[in-house]
């Protein structure tokens, strides 16, 4: 029954993200112009040769973004479209209906990864040489369904909020930034790395980095499904106690 | 003169009354210290420019935060939000209406370029030329009030177009692409380079980034005479575009049919 509930909406979510046009934007022309910005920064100064370094980490920015909107804006979608309410007062539980939802839009990240790596191929030349490509296939996947973990915990925590969505625009940059998706996390200040040990696009990059160019991404991809987990049980918990609060002031449905 | 002023203060406060000063601040100071950030430290890793490269390109480039998004919305959000029909049965002059929603926005635009250079003063030990901070400020006026030009477009065009704000997306994050932002126009394929320099901001920044180094004023004299002129064409593009469509939607009764 979960499983199939799992399936069916994360089918349903993945579908109807891709018909939207904002989603487009965000998963695949975004990533393309920051990895294109990245690529020629790169090229022109003295980190030529590092471009599939470069593509990874726009696409796993991509995949960053479409977490961030699409759960952070889900909740608020559904509260514009009236179906927040249907959504909580339907027998499962609450998490077990957002949680395909925020895997889904972590999942149309994927585009972004597809997108950046044929951009570089194809305009930039870039070889598309993995070292250990069985390693990369486990670890996208599973960077992906972390990030969709990572999404239910910010869905958790924005469903009391009716002008949440506008801290995803916040959010956006300083996560690509303490994650080390595309700056190494040694030119930052020494206290950003700690932050970004709690994150997941932090291993799930380091994963996928040891999976392309050599090295044991599995330690990187333990980590990943550790977090995962811990952020399905932080959500439920927080899920739980905002739908209690929500219900008890009655603010689910305020816009 | 009030409808110029009024109309467009009301359409700017409407634009922001949904939104407590804490999401404004998030928004429209928040995310552009972070691209500030982001991309001087890319920047750093990259080695191809200074600090300075980058801090003056998307110092000069957040303004258009507002000018893109604010403008396209104070214009096609009025078609949104059902209020364009009354809005274009008034009698009031259109020049005053569409420019009136202008001037906000070009102040808003200020602030947050204002601010992303003052934070990179603070954060990234950004220190301009001695003596360039009022040049400085006109090379922000001119280049703001530019983007909002652009802006303008992309709203009247949201008066017929069905989604305006993934135009408005796009053209932003293009900006920061074939502006000179972040890559030198030097570095970028020809016709990147060609479509930026038919842009609002590319001339801007590079006289700011002269201004920033030392130059003087009249150094730069003609590179923004050439930015203004680029924002006076697209406003002028964007007015005639206004009335295009509002004679259009009346003729075919679809002022607000999506």
Known sequence: MTARLFWMGWLFHVKTLTNSLFFVLVSVLQPIIFASIAFFMVESG????????????AGLMGIWSA??????????????????????????????????????????????VVATLAWGRLFFGMPLDFAHPLQLAVALPTTVLSLGMLGLL?????????????????????????????????????????????????WGMRAIRQAAFGGNAWPEIALCVGLGIAYVALGALALRNFERLARSRATLSLT | MRVFFVGGGISYRALFNWIQPGMYVATMLGSPLFQILFFTYLGRYAGSQDDAFYIVGNAMQVAAMAGIYGMTMGIANERQYGTLQPLLATPANRLAIFSG?????????????????????????FRPAEGSVPA?????????????????????????????????????????????????LDDLPGWLAAIGRC???????????????????????????????????????????FRVFEAEGRRRASLETY
């Open chain 2, 199 to 241: 842009l609002p901001l590319t001339h801007g920044i590079e006289a700011a980034r002269e201004i920033a180094s030392g130059a003087a004023l009249g150094d730069v004299a003609g590179l923004l005479g050439t930015e203004a002129l680029i924002g006076l064409a697209y406003a002028t593009a964007a007015y005639v575009l």
């Open chain 2, 136 to 184: 400085l400020a006109v090379a922000i006026v001119i280049t703001t009030s530019s983007c909002v030009a652009l802006g303008m477009l992309i709203g009247s065009i949201g008066l017929r177009a069905r989604d305006v704000f993934f135009g408005a997306n796009l053209v932003y994050f293009l900006m920061l692409l074939v502006c000179g932002v972040n890559v030198a």
């Open chain 1, 46 to 57: 003295n980190q030529a040769g590092t471009l599939l370094y470069v593509a990874l980490g």
């Open chain 1, 67 to 112: 977490t961030l909107f699409g759960s952070g804006g889900a909740i608020q979608w559904q509260r514009w479209q009236g179906t927040l309410e249907l959504l909580v007062g339907a027998p499962p539980p609450f998490v077990a209906v957002l949680l395909p939802l925020t895997v889904a839009t972590s999942t149309i990240g994927i585009y972004s």
């Open chain 2, 101 to 125: 929603r202008a001037l906000p926005f070009i102040a808003n635009g200020i602030a947050v370029s204002v601010f992303g250079f003052a934070v990179s003063w603070l954060l990234l030990d």
């Open chain 1, 154 to 202: 910010l869905a958790s925590t924005f469903v009391l909020y009716r002008n949440a969505n506008a801290f995803s625009n916040l959010l956006e940059y300083p996560v690509w930034l303490a994650t080390g998706l595309l700056v190494p996390l040694t030119l930052l200040p020494g206290w950003v790395a700690p932050i970004g040990w709690v994150l997941s696009p932090t």
